[in-house]
């Protein structure tokens, strides 16, 4: 392909005038900045919600935060508390009665099917405008105010601190759950901790992208980054910057009437980038050494390096 033919095919799939103008708008840069902010959080607990299987627990935290936030619409209370506290009860929920990926999905399809009629009902009787009950489905990035970026860089700063802080356990109980009970690790409070932080970055992550789009932003860029590298630490920081490209590329995109969307970005990612994965390779979780680990009697749970 020439470089003329390239240029050309750029032009009809990206307007650069367009675009250039819209990112001078206050509302542009603030949709960019909660991308960005979201596709942090996104990247960092996505590798650890694929190696868990728990994409099916993601899809129903951000139905239920879905219900939350219409019950919250047809009571006159903010939106994003209704949110949260739906997406919080659907992962005390799933952290406290479903620990076996065999259990989980069968609570999960349950409360999914009860948190989604809910919904349906609360939309339904809501006597307003039918965009404002809409949005909750398809988000409202370009609406999202600097009461919004606050929360959701507390959110951040909340997830960075909690992996941060059990980064190694967690990981730990994640590849071999069994050996790290039996190593005294927390696995059960490790669980309902880690859904916990899931379930609040999907109810945030709903207001801003919506529901539709919740599971493909946290569960697309960490499979793509596992069909990449072998290592946990890299899986994490690809997984990330998949993320990051997906969300603001995304929006960068859809600025132009001829972009794609956030969803459309990110889901380019896996097939393209599993050509580059070694063929027959195992998935991520089985290819960690983790599950081989010794960890000495009476060790602390938390920020220690496992076996040192």
């Not at 935290?61 to 997406?87: H, I, K, N, Q």
């Not at 603001?248 to 970005?265: A, E, K, Q, Y």
Request: positive net charge; proline residues 5%.
């Amino acid at each position: 392909m020439t470089n003329d033919r390239l240029v050309d095919m750029l032009d009809h799939l990206f307007a650069f005038d367009i675009t250039a103008h819209l990112l001078r708008h206050d509302f542009v840069q603030q949709a960019l900045i909660a991308a960005a902010l979201l596709g942090l959080v996104a990247g960092l607990i996505g590798p650890f919600v694929v190696m868990r299987q728990m994409s099916f627990a993601v899809h129903g935290s951000s139905e239920l935060s879905l219900t939350g936030a219409a019950f919250a619409l047809l009571s006159g209370l903010p939106v994003g508390v209704g949110a949260l506290v739906g997406s919080a009860l659907a992962a005390a929920l799933f952290g406290i009665l479903g620990q076996r990926a065999r259990e989980r999905d069968s609570v999960i399809g349950v409360v999914l099917a009860f948190g989604m009629g809910l919904a349906v009902l609360f939309i339904h009787l809501y006597p307003g405008r039918t965009g404002t009950s809409f949005a909750l489905l398809t988000g409202q990035i370009v609406g999202v105010g600097y009461s919004g970026l606050t929360m959701l860089a507390l959110i951040c700063v909340l997830v960075v601190a909690a992996l941060a802080i059990c980064y190694r356990p967690l990981l730990f109980a994640t590849v071999d759950p069994e050996v790290a009970a039996a190593r005294g690790v927390p696995v059960r409070t490790l669980s309902i901790v880690f859904a916990a932080l899931v379930g609040v970055v999907a109810a945030q992550a709903v207001q801003i992208v919506g529901a539709l789009l919740v599971m493909s932003l946290l569960i697309t860029p960490a499979a793509a980054a596992a069909r990449v590298v072998t290592a946990p630490a890299a899986a994490i920081l690809t997984s990330v910057v998949f993320a990051e490209v997906a969300a603001v590329g995304g929006i960068v995109l859809s600025l132009t009437p001829r972009g794609t969307g956030v969803g459309v970005c990110g889901h380019h990612l896996l097939p393209d980038l599993s050509d580059l994965s070694t063929a027959g390779a195992p998935p991520l979780r089985q290819r960690l050494s983790w599950s081989h680990t010794v960890v000495k009697p009476g060790a602390p749970t938390c920020g220690r390096r496992w076996g040192s």
